[in-house]
């Protein structure tokens, strides 16, 4: 359904064009669940903002690439053809609901207007459609809630909201970005599992956006994993965990804390050391050889491509 080829999405900055994201390949399949993971800054919500082309142009420009949704290149649609396929074809949750939502319409207005833009109905049909909507995303009492502002929900309640709105036009592709970023453990799962039964239920696909190797272990089907502007492994979620290629990846894994050897193993969580490079200035070679314990000289002589190590496993390293 989407295949995004080579995407380069820059930014002008006072000191020179900073390279959010730097010649990324990624594909979702139909009904498939892909997970977008790395550390902040590694140009996933860019990537996903640059499907949409909801970026601020100027100061970011898509430099290079294609990206392909069914066939059709997004990148050249002028904006009116794009106003078609947002929240119709491919919609979006945003990463905080707070300041997504305006909190000055009831979020059954804000529900009713994407759909009065791209359905054509009218006020009474559209305010009857987000109740079904709020409904669908389990809100108690949706008729009453749809008059509420978005202050009179809470941080769950909200994001629920937001997933609403970009369902309410039955999208075949649905871009959720951190869905569960500041919300609580029970909560975050909670929202997990409505995309789950949602996506079973309607037949869509999702790009998952995170930072949370927990949520990509429960939801996803293949793992996209990102550094400083590219993707640096990608497998099936089984292969990631079972064998995870790549020293970042390695590393992202065992910062996670093991609850199943807690009682009779203490472990100290591992950190990697140092930081994300400037991408203004990125460094020559493997951009993650600053950091890791296994560079040698070779790792900075040149960029390591993404290579098919077994079936439906790449990795971009020397080793």
Avoid at 63 to 69: D, R, S
Avoid at 147 to 166: K, L
Wanted: hydrophobic share 45%.
């Amino acid at each position: 359904m989407l295949e995004i080829r080579g995407l380069k999405t820059h930014f002008a900055t006072d000191a020179g064009w900073l390279h959010a994201v730097d010649g990324v390949d990624l594909t979702v399949n139909r009904g498939e669940t892909v997970c977008v993971v790395g550390e902040s800054g590694c140009g996933k919500s860019v990537t996903a903002m640059s499907v949409l082309k909801l970026l601020p142009m100027p100061p970011g420009r898509i430099a290079a690439g294609q990206i392909l949704w069914q066939g059709r290149d997004l990148v050249t649609l002028p904006e009116s053809e794009m106003r078609r396929i947002r929240a119709k074809q491919i919609a979006i949750v945003f990463q905080e609901p707070m300041t997504s939502l305006n909190p000055v319409y009831t979020v059954g207005q804000q529900i009713a207007e994407v759909l009065r833009l791209q359905e054509g109905l009218n006020r009474s049909d559209a305010m009857d459609r987000a109740v079904e909507m709020l409904r669908l995303v389990n809100i108690p009492t949706p008729e009453r809630r749809v008059r509420d502002y978005p202050h009179q929900f809470s941080g769950g309640m909200r994001q629920r909201v937001m997933i609403a709105m970009a369902l309410s036009c039955n999208p075949q592709l649905l871009i959720a970005d951190e869905p569960t970023t500041a919300l609580d453990v029970t909560i975050q799962a909670q929202i997990l599992e409505l995309l789950a039964e949602l996506k079973a239920r309607l037949g869509m696909s999702i790009l998952l956006i995170t930072h949370a190797m927990g949520v990509v272990a429960e939801v996803a089907q293949r793992v996209i994993v990102m550094y400083a502007g590219k993707v640096i492994e990608e497998a099936t979620v089984e292969q990631l965990f079972a064998n995870p290629r790549h020293p970042y990846t390695q590393g992202l894994i065992r910062s996670i804390p093991r609850i199943d050897l807690a009682a009779t193993h203490k472990v100290r969580l591992e950190a990697i050391a140092g930081t994300v490079p400037k991408l203004i200035n990125p460094p020559e070679g493997c951009r993650f050889a600053p950091r890791c314990k296994y560079a040698s000289a070779a790792c900075t002589a040149e960029t390591p491509m993404l290579r098919e190590i077994e079936p439906g496993h790449k990795v971009a390293c020397i080793l």
